[in-house]
């Protein structure tokens, strides 16, 4: 098996490649290999190629991401052109991996289709399946056909929702398996309907979060299980902007990094955080929250990649 240089590409591979300037929070060290492939096969090829114990981390547009001081170890796949492609003309929506969520939506939506719980997702569509991505009501999983994926080892798989065991923010997709397109079962709707709930939507989102600060979206999960009774056999769950209000980190800073004012479920880079500030302010919440009601929250930013060496 061939290091990552040792193999023959069409699409990009590029070492040391800075990561900072492709996440959403602007912060984290460079990525050992990047790699950018040009289309399924060449993926595949290398990825069959690579030296199994090589980390591969496939990542979409940083949305929903910290990446460490320090950088990251193997190789990081990003894919682009030839990623990206959406059809709605069918039963079923088609989407690249690398299609935005919102451009998704709005697709589907002049079809007919309704996948407008997307609308206001950041991220791409390999993302909302990885994280099985949901609002109003809706996740990824409760529309989701079929997906294909390339293996760590080369094979291109065609998934199943059973497959992918979706639960709340989280699959069963093996490591380093790299997702390339999604099928929908959307249902029907009117597009004119269709457009004036997602500018709905937008609207809210706005007027209630931090969508001009430099964030990645939600930082913790609902903490499921837990009513505002603090009541663990209450199936309702609990949202964790107010179990961080209750312990006081609204607004909260850690060098450039803050508790949104707005929402304080939302961790921003102010303009001049470290990675290690923003993962240290986030575990300071964790920390409060636990003493203030016995509630564990749990990331739903992913943190990857090695801590800044002294």
């Not at 193997?74 to 451009?103: C, E, K, W, Y």
């Not at 490591?175 to 597009?191: D, I, K, R, S, Y």
Request: charged share 25%; net charge neutral; aromatic share 6%.
């Amino acid at each position: 098996m061939s290091a990552p240089q040792d193999i023959s590409v069409r699409g990009r591979l590029t070492a040391e490649r800075d990561l900072a300037s492709l996440t959403w929070l602007r912060v984290g060290g460079p990525a050992e290999w990047l790699f950018q492939p040009a289309d399924e096969q060449d993926l595949a090829d290398f990825l069959a190629a690579l030296d199994p114990d090589v980390p591969v981390f496939p990542m979409g547009v940083g949305s929903n991401l910290i990446v460490r001081d320090g950088g990251l170890r193997g190789v990081v796949i990003r894919l682009g052109r030839g990623f990206n492609g959406i059809d709605a003309t069918g039963a079923l929506v088609r989407a690249g991996a690398a299609a935005l969520d919102s451009r998704v939506a709005r697709r589907a939506a002049e079809a007919g289709r309704d996948l407008t719980f997307l609308r206001t997702i950041p991220g791409t569509i390999g993302g909302a399946v990885r994280m099985n991505a949901g609002c109003y009501g809706t996740y990824t999983a409760d529309v989701l056909h079929t997906v294909r994926a390339i293996s760590r080892t080369g094979e291109v798989r065609t998934l199943r929702p059973a497959d992918l065991e979706f639960s709340y923010r989280q699959t069963t997709l093996p490591e380093g398996w790299v997702l390339v397109e999604a099928m929908f079962n959307a249902p029907e709707g009117q597009p004119e309907a269709l457009a004036a709930r997602m500018d709905a939507q937008l609207a809210k989102r706005d007027a209630t979060q931090p969508t001009k600060d430099r964030t990645a979206g939600s930082t913790f999960r609902n903490p499921a299980g837990f009513s505002s009774t603090g009541r663990a056999d209450d199936v309702h769950d609990l949202k964790a902007w107010k179990v961080i209000d209750e312990a006081g980190m609204r607004g909260a800073r850690r060098g450039g990094a803050q508790m949104s004012e707005k929402h304080s479920n939302f961790l921003i880079n102010t303009g001049d955080a470290t990675a290690a500030e923003l993962e240290g302010l986030g575990e300071e919440v964790r920390k409060r929250v636990f003493n203030a009601r016995g509630i564990a929250l749990e990331w739903e930013i992913m943190r990857v990649g090695d801590p800044a060496s002294n």
